[in-house]
Nanobody, 123 residues
């Protein structure tokens, strides 16, 4: 089992920045893909970014490319999402996820989920 705990969400003005963290514990050695998803009110949970277990490979959704960056610190067993140039449409609950197979951009592919952290961007 793998446990994931997100932190770092909050209220920020448009154009501002936030860094989300996802602390992992348990059998993290089995994880090959770390991911961030987000879910806005009344909408489906959408893919934001993924990273390989060592951070060597990453993929970002077109909607956040150039503004958000996923990274991983293996020593701290933590995955980060650096969010810059935030827009009101980035407002959502952000979820960390993990799976035992490399890659995947669909929620159904993931084995483990955190509880989510709220990000609110005001205009």
């Amino acid at each position: 089992q793998v446990q994931l705990v997100e932190s770092g969400g909050g209220l920020v003005q448009a154009g501002g920045s936030l860094r989300l963290s996802c602390a992992a514990s348990g059998c993290t050695f089995s994880i090959l893909t770390w991911a961030w998803f987000r879910q806005a009110p009344g909408k489906e949970r959408d893919f934001v970014a993924i990273s390989s277990w060592n951070g060597a490979s990453t993929l970002h959704a077109d909607s956040v490319k150039g503004r958000f960056t996923i990274s991983r610190d293996n020593a701290k067993n933590t995955v980060y999402l650096q969010m810059n140039s935030l827009k009101p449409e980035d407002t959502a609950v952000y979820y960390c996820a993990a799976r035992k197979v490399w890659t995947g951009t669909h929620t159904g592919q993931y084995d483990y989920w955190g509880q989510g952290t709220q990000v609110t961007v005001s205009s």
